[in-house]
């Protein structure tokens, strides 16, 4: 069965090649057996609907196998960037990248001592994940306790990624309170609004709002919850690390803090200090000495994606990366410190150097040839953050990065394994093998509000009973009251209508007949009048509680939200 799968994707490789080879302008008509080997990848996921229900695809069981299964594929792995192996550039970055989440974890939490001294960064297993530092709800957080004990079961390095390059687009979350009966959401924040920028820019701008904030979330929640985890995340918030004051690594840190109390072990870093590694910049060199032949593949995988999906909207699932004259749009994103506004980052050979520019305020020659050596480009890059600027990753080159270069497996959330999708095709189109396997990690908790759940159908059939009120109200005429001491009337339009259904429809009768039995129907309306506002507040009264319910039982409330004994029910395998 293996050999039949890679021979198939041998010969999709063979399709697509020639599919490039010949592409013009976009978009490219994508081979029909390339299209089928992707709708079998770009599958369906779906978050589990359940209470206390998780997914992890492939199963827990499974995933130290997949670790094993990349490692031996990397290994085995014959690629060039710029003249070092794909191999050799994957060592020297984990090495680093160990020490670096040592050193920036160990700033507020106790790191494993086993993790102080790794022999042999390069025998270790390296799992990795990564979200955005906020208030994510429990089925993402759940994502860092898998990471912590697969880690601990292969007797690796977990490491989670706060993408601290994607933007900061509120500083409030969603709680519910109130009655169970009469419901409602407020936004709390825990600062103050400020324009977007990137997490990697956003400080706290209000200190009072910021430490108040568990103790505000706490009060408007007790009606339904009486414990929430706030109450404990946010002073271990204020203690550790007060002297953070980026927002979103304040908050990363409290939580991975209190991660802490339950023994779940695992290393964390900001993005941002991914991509000032130099092999970061090896990397990002190789992608823009390459961009012609790279952008290609980038646009190719998101217009199979797109069509597997039936998608019309080219700016979905994200763009195709743009072109004007010579300069070619690269998936990174560019700003300065100055000016924290994300642009595009786009690039152009000039003879032996790469330009690139956010093509307003900032143009950097690299030393770097379509075949050349990369290190002083990759030096050059690295070094831009001293400067004040910064090339940030997109979010496919993101995870590109760290599923090819840091990690063994990368843990997504269902979001990222959905567009990932594309960064599978992206891999064998652009470096041409088979891409490491990820993992998809997801879970279903709701608030622990006792209440009595309404049933799926229940306002439709209101809905439905209003109709056949309106098209059939002679089934519930005697039902209603409304025609004592007019039966004889009420039997004479029955009679009328049935006497007009009963007759077949003709081409000359069938405006007759119709306005026989509208007519009937309007008659028989007040004699339903009664029965139709009893049904109407039941609907309303319906359509209130389908409301209420929809409050109490959304999966998308902050973890903090939620009390530490209820999450345990995310923790019931031994493993975590």
């Known amino acids: 069965m293996r050999t039949i799968r890679i021979n198939q994707q041998a010969i999709n490789r063979k399709l697509v090649a020639g599919a490039l080879k010949n592409a013009g302008s976009f978009p490219v008509v994508v081979p029909r057996i ?6 079998s990848k770009f599958r369906t996921l779906r978050a589990p609907h359940g209470d206390g229900q998780t997914l992890v695809d492939p199963s827990y069981a499974v995933l130290p196998g997949t670790v094993m299964n990349n490692r031996e594929a990397l290994a085995a792995t014959n690629y060039d960037v710029q003249g070092l192996s794909l191999a050799e550039l994957s060592k020297a970055a984990r090495e680093r990248l160990w020490r670096l989440a040592v050193a920036y974890t160990g700033q507020y939490r106790e790191v494993p001592e086993r993790w102080l001294d790794l022999e042999n960064a390069a025998d270790t297993p390296f799992i990795l994940s990564g979200h955005q530092p906020e208030m994510f709800h429990p089925g993402v957080w759940y994502k860092n306790f898998v990471l912590g004990g697969l880690a601990r079961r292969m007797d690796g390095v977990g490491i989670h990624l706060s993408i601290d390059s994607d933007l900061c687009r509120g ?9 169970i009966d009469r419901p409602r959401v407020e936004a709390v924040p825990y600062d103050k609004p400020a ?14 709002t910021f430490s108040t904030f568990g103790e505000r979330v706490s009060a408007l929640i007790r009606p339904l919850v ?23 690594l304040r908050l990363a840190q409290g939580r991975h803090a209190l991660e802490q109390t339950w023994n779940n072990e695992t290393l964390e870093l900001p993005q941002s200090a991914v991509c000032q590694m130099p092999e970061f910049g090896w990397f990002t060199a190789h992608l823009l000495a390459q961009l012609p032949r790279f952008r290609t593949a980038y646009n190719q995988a998101l217009g199979a994606y797109r069509c597997v999906h039936k998608m019309r909207n080219r700016a979905h699932p994200m763009p195709d990366l743009a072109a004007d004259g010579e300069w070619l749009e690269a998936p990174f994103w560019i700003w300065s410190a100055e000016d924290p ?21 900032h143009s950097i020659a690299l030393p770097l040839g379509p075949d050349g050596d990369a290190s002083l480009a990759a030096e050059q890059l690295a070094e831009l953050s001293s400067r004040g600027i910064k090339v940030r990753t997109r979010a496919l080159t993101t995870t590109l990065f760290a599923r090819l270069v840091l990690s063994d497996v990368f843990l997504h959330g269902i979001g990222g394994a959905k567009y990932d999708r594309v960064t599978d095709q992206i891999v064998r189109l652009f470096f041409g093998f088979e891409p490491p396997e990820f993992a998809t990690v997801s879970a279903t908790l709701r608030l622990p509000i006792d209440h009595t759940s309404l049933e799926a159908a229940a306002v439709g059939q209101w809905e439905q009973r209003l109709r056949e009120l309106r098209y059939h109200p002679e089934q519930y005429v005697n039902l209603s009251g409304g025609a004592n001491g007019d039966s004889a009337s009420v039997e004479h339009i029955v009679s009328t209508k049935q006497r007009w259904l009963e007759t077949p429809k003709t081409l000359e009768n069938a405006r007759e007949r119709h306005v026989a039995i509208a007519g009937a129907n309007d008659q028989l309306q007040p004699y339903v009048a009664s029965l139709r ?11 209130h509680r389908k409301r209420s319910e929809a409050i109490l039982n959304s999966r998308e409330y902050s973890f903090g939200l939620y009390p530490r004994k209820h999450f345990d029910k995310l923790l019931a395998e031994p493993e975590l």
């Open 34 to 39: 390339m299209l089928m080997d992707c709708a």
């Open 171 to 179: 500083a409030s979350i969603r709680v519910p309170t109130g009655g």
């Open 195 to 208: 324009p977007e920028v990137p997490y990697e820019e956003r400080t706290i701008r209000d200190k009072a």
């Open 226 to 248: 009486s414990d929430p985890m706030v109450a404990e995340l946010w002073p271990l918030m204020m203690e550790r690390n007060p002297q953070q004051s980026n927002l979103g």
């Open 341 to 361: 506004e994300r642009r595009p980052l786009f690039a152009r050979q000039s003879g032996g150097q790469v330009i690139i520019t956010d093509r307003r305020s």
């Open 533 to 543: 506002d009893q049904i109407e507040r039941e609907r309303v009264d319906t359509q």
